[in-house]
C-alpha cells in the first residue's frame, strides 16, 4: 500500500503532534471565491454545449434543520420560490422563462433533500438579456420569496398531492426501516416531505423563520457553468449577492450526525402489497473526506473493490445453476449523513430465503476469507484506468452540468475539485501499487459485525414463516464456518475472434454533403450510412435495422420471438460463454446489444473509436455465432417464474396490465405474463428465431455516427460487416391489427391501500403522417402540457404533475395518440377529467394564444440547437427517417416546419385530433372505492 510521507509538526496550543496530509490541489480552470458576507461562488468557462450555461443555487439548509412546527417547510419553501419572489411576482418566474423556451420541470426545477436545497437553471448565453436575467432569478431564489399567504394556501394542495404520488408499499415500509437505519437520529425524524397536520395547517410565519433563518449568504453559493466571461459573471455576482443580508441573530447551523452505538439491530417489514421477499444486511461506517492524496487512494481502493466483488464475483455467481434468489446487490455505497455501508441485499424466489442469503452470501464470505487474485485485480485496474482515459480525452466535451455537481460536492461535503487531468495522472502514478493486501482491507474494515442492521421486507401473507433475527445470526455462524472452495480463477487468455472473417467490398456510394452524410453499400448488400462528428473525442455511437421483428410470427410463436433477443443476447458469443466475453473485452470501451422489437430486428451499441474493430467483431458474432446455454436458459425462465405468484400484490401491476390488454384490444400479444406464456418459450425455439432474424444481413441498414473519418472507417466496415451472410431472403413486417380500440370506453380499476388515484386518459387515431402535421401535433401537445400544468396543477391544485405525451407513427398505419397522466385524491377523480376534457375543448373552440404558440416555438428552437449537436440525436433520427422512407434532409427544414405553426392550425389540429370521438379512460382507485 502506497503510503504518503508525512511532515510533522508541533501544535503548542494542542499540546500534540498532528499528521499534516498533501491536500488535493484545486483545478486551475475553476474561480472560486467567497464574499465579505460568507456568500461562496464557483465559475468555469465550459462550451459544451457552446452558448449555454448552467445556473445554480445551492443552499446548505435541508429538511434535518426545521423545527418541530416546520417539518416539511424545507420543501415548500423551495415550491415558494417558484409561486412568487420580489421580482417574479407569482407564477411570472415560470412564464417568463417559458417564454424563452426553458422547460418548467425538465429544465428549470429545485429539489430538497435532508441537507441541502438546489435550485437550477439552463440558459442561452447568446441571447440578449438571459444572463441578466438569470442572476436576477438567483438573487430572488437566495432570499426573496414573498410567501404570499393566497400562494401558500394554494400550493399546499400540490405538496400533499406530491407526497401522495410516493404512497406505496416501498414508502410505506422504509417509514418503518429509516429510523432503525438512520439509528434514531434527526434525520429518521425530518423527512423532507414532511408531515400533513403541519403542511396542512401551519401558517406564514413559520415558513419564514426557516427563510430567514437558514437562507443566509454563509450557507449558500451561486455555481455558474457554461460558455460565459469568467470575470464579468464573477463582477456580477459581487454585485448582486454582495447586498444578501445576514439574520441580526443567526442561529447556529447544526451538523447532525448519525451515531454509531456499536450495536446490531433487526426488524422485519411486512406489506400486503409487497411483491416479492427481500433481505437487507447493511454494515454501517462513518464515511471517509475525499480531501488528500491520502484520501484519493482510499476512495479508489474502494471502488476497486466494489468493482471485483460485482463486475467478476457476483456476475460469475448469477449464472450458476438453479440460483435460490431473483436477484442481488453488494458494495460500499453511501448512506446518508455521515454514513456509509457496505450494503447487501437478496430478492428470494418464494419460500426459498435460506437457500437464497446462503448462496449469495457465500460470494461475500469468500471474499473476506480469500480475497481476489492477482488476475483479478491486474483486470480491475486495466478497467479503471481506461475508463479515465475515455472521461480524459472528453476533458473539452464535458457536459457544463458535470462540473456542477462536482463543485456542489465541494460546497457541501468539502470534496476536493482537481479536475480530472490530476485524477488521471495521480491514477496513473499509484494504481500499480496498490496490492490484494490493499483491497483485502478494505473488506476487512467494511465487513465487521458490529453496526449492523439486518431487515427483512416480505409481504403481510408470508410474516408467520419469515425468520427471527436468531435464526439469520445461525445462518450468518453457519456461513462463517461453512467450508468454501478458494476461488479458481479462468486464467485462459480467449480472444473474441480465432479467424478473422474474408471481408467485402463497398460496391457504391452517396452523399448528402449539406449535413455531411455518407451512404456505402457493400458486396453482401447492407447498406451503411454514416455521419462523422466532433461533438464527442471518444464516442461512435451505432444501430442496425432490418424490418421483421416478433410481428412475423404467430401468436404461437411470438413469446418465443419477444424473449429471444434477451435470452440468446445474454448467453455469450461463439465458444465463449458470458464471464469470457467479459474477460476478452476488459480494458476496452464497447457494448453491443440485439434487439428484436415488434416491427424489426437489430444491433445498437456505442464504442471508443479505438475500440470500433471490436464492436464489430461484437457484431459479425451475434449476426455468425449466437450461442445457447441450457443452466443460463433455465435460470432465467425460473427467475422470471418466481415473479408471477406475487405479481398482483402490487396494484400498479393490475392496472398497467389491465391498460396494455385494453389498448391492445384484448390482443394476445398485450396480455400479461403468465405461466402459460412462459411455457410456450423453449430454449431451442427462442435460438432458432433469433438465427431466422439475423440471417440476411442484405436486409440490414447499419448507421454509424460519431469521432471517425469515413476514409478510415471504411476497411473496418468492409471486413466485419461486409463478411455478413446474405440470403437475399426479402421480408416485411406484418400489420398483426394491435390498435387502439375505437370509441370511447371507460375502465375502473379497484385495488390498493393507498388513499390515492391513477388516470390515464388516451386519445387516439387515424392520421396523416407528415413533417409539418408531425410538428403541429408536436406543439399541440406541449400546448397541452402547458395548460395542464397550470389549471390542473396551479389552479386546482389537484395534482402534482400531470404529463402529456404524444405520438405518432407511420407504420402499420398513420396513427397518433395523446396519453394524459396524473395521479390524485380518489375523490377529485371526475372533476381533473373534466378540467381535461374543458382544456381540450378550449383548444377546439379558441385554439391557442399568440404567447403559447411562442413558448412551444422557443423550446423547440432550444431544443433543436442542442439536439443537432448530440450523437444520439443524429443516430436516433437517421434511423428514424430510413426507417420511415422519409426524406434524410428534413433535419434542415426546422424553422419552416415552425411556421407552419399558428394559432389556427393548432385550433384545426385540436379539432381534428384533440376530441372525444375515441378516449379511453383508465382509473386505478384504493381498494373498497
Not at 443580508?245 to 452505538?261: D, F, S, V
Not at 473539452?396 to 456542489?408: A, C, G, H, I, L
Request: aromatic share 8%.
Amino acid at each position: 500500500m502506497y503510503i504518503k510521507q508525512l511532515t510533522i509538526s508541533t501544535l503548542a496550543l494542542l499540546g500534540m503532534q498532528q499528521a499534516i496530509a498533501q491536500r488535493i490541489p484545486a483545478d486551475p480552470a475553476l474561480k472560486t471565491g467567497r464574499l465579505p458576507n460568507g456568500f461562496t461562488y464557483y465559475i468555469r468557462h465550459n462550451e459544451m454545449p457552446r452558448n449555454r450555461a448552467q445556473f445554480y443555487l445551492v443552499n446548505k439548509a435541508g429538511s434535518v434543520l426545521e423545527d418541530d412546527d416546520q417539518r416539511g417547510l424545507a420543501h415548500f419553501l423551495e415550491h415558494m420560490n417558484f409561486n412568487g419572489t420580489k421580482h417574479f411576482p407569482k407564477n411570472e418566474l415560470v412564464n417568463r422563462l417559458q417564454q424563452a423556451g426553458i422547460q418548467f420541470g425538465a429544465e428549470l426545477n429545485a429539489y430538497t433533500t435532508f441537507d441541502e436545497t438546489v435550485y437550477q437553471l439552463p440558459i442561452a448565453t447568446d441571447e440578449a438579456g438571459m444572463v441578466d436575467l438569470a442572476m436576477r432569478v438567483m438573487r430572488d431564489w437566495a432570499q426573496e420569496a414573498t410567501l404570499d399567504p393566497q400562494e401558500i394556501e394554494k400550493e399546499r394542495g400540490i405538496v400533499l398531492e406530491e407526497e401522495r404520488l410516493g404512497k406505496s408499499a416501498m414508502e410505506r415500509m422504509s417509514r418503518q426501516t429509516y429510523p432503525v437505519m438512520l439509528n434514531h437520529s434527526r434525520y429518521a425524524e425530518r423527512l423532507p416531505i414532511g408531515i400533513d397536520s403541519i403542511l396542512q395547517h401551519f401558517q406564514r410565519p413559520a415558513i419564514k423563520r426557516f427563510l430567514d433563518d437558514w437562507y443566509r449568504p454563509d450557507l449558500q453559493a451561486l455555481i455558474v457553468v457554461g460558455d460565459i466571461d469568467v470575470a464579468q459573471i464573477e463582477r456580477m455576482i459581487k454585485t448582486q449577492f454582495g447586498s444578501l443580508r445576514q439574520p441580526k441573530h443567526p442561529r447556529l447551523r447544526p451538523r447532525y450526525e448519525i451515531p454509531l452505538a456499536g450495536t446490531n439491530q433487526f426488524l422485519v417489514v411486512t406489506d400486503k402489497e409487497a411483491d416479492a421477499t427481500q433481505l437487507q444486511l447493511i454494515i454501517k461506517h462513518k464515511a471517509a473526506p475525499l480531501r488528500t492524496e491520502a484520501d484519493y487512494l482510499a476512495s479508489l481502493q474502494r471502488s476497486l473493490f466494489n468493482q471485483l466483488l460485482n463486475r467478476r464475483r457476483y456476475m460469475e455467481s448469477s449464472q450458476e445453476r438453479n440460483p435460490a434468489y431473483v436477484s442481488a446487490s453488494m458494495g460500499i455505497q453511501a448512506l446518508l449523513g455521515d454514513l456509509d455501508a457496505f450494503q447487501f441485499s437478496v430478492t428470494a424466489k418464494e419460500g426459498q430465503l435460506a437457500s437464497a442469503f446462503r448462496q449469495t452470501w457465500a460470494i461475500v464470505e469468500r471474499v473476506r476469507r480469500y480475497g481476489f487474485t492477482p488476475g483479478e485485480l491486474a483486470q480491475a485496474k486495466q478497467q479503471y484506468v481506461r475508463n479515465l482515459e475515455a472521461t480524459l480525452s472528453e476533458t473539452d466535451k464535458t457536459p457544463s452540468v458535470n462540473f456542477v455537481k462536482e463543485y456542489q460536492r465541494h460546497f457541501l461535503q468539502g470534496e476536493a475539485t482537481p479536475g480530472i487531468r490530476w485524477e488521471h495522472d495521480f491514477v496513473q502514478a499509484k494504481i500499480d501499487a496498490i496490492t490484494l493486501d490493499d483491497i483485502q482491507a478494505v473488506a476487512n474494515n467494511y465487513l465487521k459485525e458490529k453496526d449492523r442492521d439486518i431487515l427483512i421486507l416480505a409481504p403481510e401473507k408470508d410474516r408467520s414463516s419469515l425468520p427471527g433475527v436468531d435464526t439469520i445470526e445461525t445462518w450468518l455462524r453457519e456461513m462463517g464456518s461453512t467450508k468454501l472452495d478458494t476461488y479458481k480463477e479462468d486464467t485462459t487468455q480467449r480472444p473474441l475472434m480465432t479467424t478473422i472473417p474474408k471481408g467485402g467490398s463497398t460496391v457504391s456510394t452517396d452523399s448528402l454533403p449539406s449535413i455531411q452524410v455518407q451512404m456505402l453499400t457493400l458486396s453482401n448488400g447492407v447498406k451503411v450510412v454514416l455521419k462523422p462528428t466532433r461533438f464527442k473525442n471518444d464516442e461512435i455511437r451505432f444501430k442496425a435495422f432490418a424490418p421483421g421483428g416478433t410481428s412475423v410470427y404467430d401468436d404461437s410463436l411470438y413469446d418465443a420471438a419477444a424473449s429471444a433477443d434477451k435470452l440468446i443476447g445474454s448467453m455469450g458469443l461463439g465458444t465463449l460463454n458470458p464471464m469470457q466475453v467479459t474477460a476478452a473485452l476488459n480494458g476496452k470501451i464497447v457494448e453491443v446489444v440485439p434487439y428484436i422489437a415488434a416491427r424489426a430486428q437489430g444491433v445498437q451499441g456505442a464504442c471508443s473509436p479505438r475500440d470500433l474493430e471490436t464492436a464489430l467483431q461484437l457484431v459479425y458474432l451475434q449476426f455468425t455465432q449466437p450461442r445457447k446455454d441450457t443452466i443460463l436458459y433455465n435460470n432465467i425462465i425460473s427467475r422470471s417464474q418466481a415473479t408471477l405468484p406475487n405479481r398482483y400484490a402490487d396494484p400498479n401491476n393490475i392496472f398497467n396490465d389491465t391498460m396494455s390488454y385494453v389498448m391492445g384490444s384484448y390482443h394476445y400479444r398485450n396480455a400479461p405474463p403468465d405461466l402459460a406464456k412462459l411455457n410456450r418459450i423453449t430454449l431451442q425455439r427462442s435460438f432458432d428465431i433469433y438465427k431466422e432474424r439475423f440471417a440476411n444481413a442484405a436486409a440490414f441498414t447499419f448507421v454509424f455516427t460519431g469521432s471517425f473519418d469515413t476514409d478510415s472507417i471504411r476497411p473496418l466496415l468492409e471486413q466485419y460487416l461486409g463478411a455478413l451472410p446474405a440470403t437475399g431472403h426479402k421480408e416485411t413486417a406484418i400489420d398483426r391489427g394491435i390498435h387502439l380500440p375505437a370509441g370511447r370506453l371507460e375502465k375502473t380499476v379497484r385495488a390498493g391501500a393507498a388513499d390515492k388515484a391513477l388516470v390515464r386518459l388516451i386519445v387516439s387515431g387515424d392520421y396523416p403522417y407528415g413533417a409539418v402535421n408531425n410538428q403541429v401535433l408536436n406543439a399541440l401537445g406541449q400546448i397541452l402540457q402547458i395548460r395542464l400544468l397550470q389549471g390542473l396543477r396551479e389552479t386546482a391544485a389537484e395534482v402534482y404533475s400531470p404529463s402529456v405525451q404524444f405520438t405518432y407513427n407511420k407504420y402499420p398505419k398513420n396513427r397518433y395518440g395523446f396519453i394524459i397522466a396524473f395521479g390524485c385524491a380518489p375523490a377529485n377523480v371526475q372533476h381533473l377529467v373534466t378540467l381535461v376534457l374543458q382544456e381540450m375543448q378550449s383548444l377546439r373552440d379558441k385554439g391557442a394564444s399568440p404567447e403559447e404558440v411562442e413558448k412551444v416555438k422557443a423550446a423547440t428552437r432550444h431544443n433543436t440547437e442542442l439536439a443537432l449537436k448530440d450523437n444520439s440525436f443524429w443516430l436516433s433520427y437517421l434511423s428514424g427517417q430510413l426507417e420511415n422512407s422519409e426524406d434524410l434532409l428534413e433535419v434542415q427544414h426546422v424553422q419552416e416546419r415552425l411556421n407552419a405553426v399558428t394559432p389556427q392550425a393548432l385550433q384545426h389540429a385540436a379539432q381534428l385530433y384533440l376530441t372525444d370521438k375515441n378516449l379511453l379512460q383508465f382509473a386505478l382507485l384504493p381498494a373498497g372505492q
